[in-house]
C-alpha cells in the first residue's frame, strides 16, 4: 500500500508571461471573516474577455512570429516552406492592423478559468465571459460559425458565434488564493477538427513502436488546418477525454512550466527527448509547411500521464497557423492580459516572393474552361501558380443544394461549368474593402461530390486547402480537372491584396454559405492534383516524402 501523496496531475511551474494592463477597475479589495477577499466585477470579466477575443484575433505571440522568421532564414527549407512563411509573416503584419482578422474562420471561443478560493464574483462568471465573447464578435469584423441545434437535423445560425464553450475551476492558480487566471482560445474548425483519440495498450509503451504508431498518424493530419502546426501528443490518461484536453492545452503551450520528469505520485510531465525525436520525425516527412519541404511543424509537445493498468489513450492535437491563445489573470493591481506582438512587421525579411520560392506560373481565369485546363495541363503537380481573374466560391451548404438540384433532373449552374470554384466563406466586409479576410476552407469536405459534379461539366478547376480523397483523384484523371492548393492562413493578406471584388451569385439566404463571384488578382496557389492521376500529398506518403519535380511514378508496394 502506497502512502498517501496528493499531487495536481498537471502541476505548473512559475507563470513568466509578459501582462499588459486592461482596467485597474472593477476589482477591489473586501475584508471579511478575518480574510481579505478579490472582489471582481461583471464588467472585468465581460471587457476582459471581449479584449481578449480582439488580440487573438489579430494579434500572435512573438515567439510564433520567430518560428516563422526561423523558416524563411533557414537554408534547409524548401522554397515552398518560405513561401508559405513569408506569406503567413504579411497576413500577421496586415491582420495586426486590427481591421481583417488572421483566418476567415474566427472559430470557437473556448475559455478556461481557475479561480482561486478567496475572490468572490456573483456567480454568473460564464455568463459574464459570454457576453465579452458576444460583443467581440458582434463588433469586429469576425464571423459567426456555431450551429444552433433546432431539431436532431435541423441547424440555424446563432448570429453573435455564441454558445461559447467555458470551463471554470475552483483553484488557487499558483496557489495565489486572491488571483482569477484564464486562457483564451479561438480554435477554428479545421484545427479542431485534427484532434484525435487512439484507445490503444501497454503494446505501444516503446520507442520504436510508438515512433511507428506516431509517423502513422501524424502524417494523417493532412495540410487542412493550415500548418505549420504546434503538435501535441498525449500518452496516457485518466480518461480519453482528459487525454484529449490535455492535448489542446498543450498544443496552446499551456503547459510548457508542468514537470519533464515523472514520479510515485503519478503527476504527469513532459518527455523532452521524445519532443526531440518527434520533431525530427515531422521534418523528415517532406510534407512541409503545406507544399513539401521541412516545416510541416514549429514544435512539438509530448506529454506523459498516468493511466488505468487496463487503457491506454493516446491523444494527438495542433494549434495551426492561425495560433490563437492569450493568458490573462486578475489580480488584486487590475485585469490583465497577456501582451502579444503588435508590431510583426518586424520578422519579415527584406528579401521578395521570388528570392523564397521556384519559378511562377501565370494562369488567366477570364479565358474559356477548356483553355485554362489546356494551360494547367502543361505542368507537374508542385507547380506554383499565380492566378488572375473570377472565381466562383461555394462550400458545404451550396454544394448540397447544387447536388439535389442534379438529383432532381436539374442542370449544372453555368457558373460552375465556366469558373473554377474556391471552396471558401468570407467574414464581415469592413468598411472600405472590397472582402472581409476570405482563406480557403478544408477541401475534403467537398470530396463526394466531386465525381458527379466533374461528370456534368462543373468544377474542372477546384481551389482550397489540404488533402483529397483518391475518389476527386481519379475524377480528375477520368475528366481532366484539377485540385489547386492554397495556401492556408493568409485570409487577411489574400483579402486585401489579392481579392479585389466580391458579389453575390446565389442563395444569399445562406449568409457567408452562399455562392459568391470574387475578381482576384495573383491568387497564390499551388497543383496539388493533376489531369493525369497525380497527387502530390497520395506520393510524399507513398514515397517516405521524398521531393520530385515532375510526375513520380506509383509506388511498386502497391
Known amino acids: 500500500m502506497g502512502e498517501f501523496d496528493y499531487t495536481d496531475l498537471l502541476p505548473l511551474g512559475a507563470d513568466d508571461t509578459e501582462y499588459r494592463l486592461i482596467t485597474s477597475e472593477g476589482v477591489r479589495k473586501v475584508e471579511a471573516a478575518g480574510r481579505t477577499f478579490l472582489e471582481v466585477s461583471p464588467e472585468a470579466l465581460r471587457l476582459l474577455t471581449e479584449a481578449a477575443v480582439h488580440d487573438i484575433s489579430h494579434f500572435l505571440r512573438a515567439s510564433h512570429l520567430a518560428q516563422l522568421r526561423k523558416i524563411v532564414d533557414d537554408p534547409e527549407s524548401s522554397g515552398n516552406d518560405r513561401f508559405v512563411a513569408l506569406d503567413l509573416l504579411k497576413n500577421a503584419s496586415i491582420s495586426a492592423g486590427g481591421v481583417l482578422p488572421m483566418c476567415q474562420d474566427t472559430g470557437t471561443a473556448i475559455v478556461m478559468g481557475k479561480r482561486g478560493r478567496h475572490v468572490l464574483t456573483d456567480g454568473r462568471d460564464a455568463e459574464h465571459i459570454s457576453r465579452g465573447v458576444y460583443d467581440a464578435y458582434t463588433k469586429l469584423n469576425l464571423r459567426y460559425s456555431q450551429m444552433a441545434p433546432i431539431t436532431m437535423w435541423e441547424e440555424k445560425n446563432t448570429g453573435n458565434n455564441l454558445p461559447a464553450q467555458v470551463e471554470l475551476y475552483a483553484e488557487d492558480p499558483h496557489g495565489h488564493p486572491d488571483e482569477y487566471k484564464l486562457l483564451f482560445m479561438a480554435k477554428g474548425g479545421g484545427s479542431a477538427n485534427k484532434s484525435f483519440l487512439y484507445q490503444e495498450t501497454k503494446a505501444v509503451l516503446n520507442e520504436k513502436r510508438m515512433m511507428a504508431f506516431l509517423e502513422e498518424k501524424i502524417r494523417s493530419l493532412g495540410t487542412a488546418a493550415c500548418p505549420p502546426y504546434h503538435l501535441a501528443v498525449v500518452v496516457g490518461g485518466t480518461s480519453a477525454e482528459y487525454a484529449l484536453k490535455t492535448a489542446k492545452y498543450a498544443s496552446a503551450r499551456y503547459l510548457d512550466s508542468i514537470p519533464t520528469e515523472g514520479s510515485p505520485s503519478g503527476h504527469g510531465f513532459r518527455d523532452l527527448e521524445m519532443e526531440a525525436k518527434v520533431f525530427e520525425l515531422t521534418q523528415k516527412l517532406g510534407i512541409g509547411a503545406q507544399f513539401g519541404g521541412k516545416y510541416f511543424c514549429h514544435d512539438v ?19 495551426c497557423s492561425a495560433d490563437r491563445q492569450a493568458l490573462a489573470k486578475i489580480t488584486p493591481e487590475g485585469v490583465f492580459l497577456e501582451q502579444l506582438e503588435t508590431d510583426p512587421a518586424r520578422f519579415l525579411p527584406d528579401t521578395t516572393d521570388e528570392h523564397l520560392s521556384d519559378d511562377v506560373v501565370q494562369i488567366d481565369l477570364n479565358r474559356p474552361m477548356p483553355e485554362i485546363l489546356a494551360e494547367l495541363s502543361k505542368y507537374p503537380v508542385k507547380t506554383r501558380l499565380s492566378l488572375t481573374g473570377p472565381l466562383v466560391v461555394a462550400r458545404d451548404i451550396a454544394h448540397a443544394k447544387i447536388a439535389e438540384l442534379l438529383d432532381n433532373g436539374g442542370e449544372m449552374p453555368q457558373y460552375l461549368k465556366d469558373h473554377a470554384v474556391y471552396y471558401a466563406g468570407p467574414a464581415k466586409t469592413p468598411e472600405g474593402y472590397a472582402s472581409g479576410s476570405f482563406g480557403p476552407t478544408t477541401a475534403g469536405r467537398m470530396d463526394s461530390y466531386v465525381e458527379r459534379f466533374q461528370a456534368a461539366g462543373g468544377s474542372m478547376v477546384m481551389l482550397a486547402k489540404g488533402n483529397r480523397s483518391k475518389q ?5 484523371q477520368k475528366y ?14 489574400l483579402a486585401q491584396d489579392c481579392i479585389k471584388k466580391v458579389e453575390v451569385l446565389e442563395y444569399p439566404e445562406l449568409g457567408m454559405e452562399a455562392v459568391w463571384k470574387i475578381e482576384v488578382v495573383d491568387f497564390p496557389a499551388f497543383i496539388v492534383v493533376d489531369d493525369k492521376g497525380a497527387d502530390f500529398f497520395d506520393q510524399r506518403q507513398l514515397d517516405g516524402g521524398a521531393t520530385f519535380v515532375g510526375i513520380p511514378t506509383r509506388s511498386p508496394k502497391l
Request: with cysteine; aromatic share 6%; net charge positive.
Open 472 to 476: 476527386v483523384t481519379e475524377a480528375c
Open 301 to 319: 509537445r509530448v506529454i506523459r500521464l498516468p493511466r488505468h493498468g487496463a487503457s491506454c489513450p493516446v491523444a494527438i492535437a495542433v494549434s
Open 480 to 493: 481532366g480537372g484539377f485540385y489547386l492548393g492554397s495556401i492556408g492562413g493568409p485570409a487577411a493578406r
